[in-house]
């Protein structure tokens, strides 16, 4: 998939996940300074990738 941004995995022992409670899975955006600029709702209801398409739209260009 090429989406023009960086996207990362958390890796297998889950650091991120433990650091920013991403239990059940979440949508994440953390902005070029390193602020979270978007958290998405909780999976799989919650899950919702329009939403975050939306958000990387509203980050400013740096």
Avoid: C, N, Q
């Avoid at 390193?34 to 975050?52: C, M, N, Q, R, T």
């Amino acid at each position: 998939m090429k989406y023009g941004i960086r996207t990362y995995v958390d890796e297998m022992h889950d650091p991120v996940m433990t650091a920013y409670a991403a239990w059940p899975e979440r949508l994440y955006l953390i902005d070029k300074i390193g602020k979270i600029a978007y958290v998405g709702g909780e999976g799989p209801f919650g899950f919702k990738p329009s939403e975050l398409k939306e958000a990387i739209a509203k980050l400013p260009e740096v």
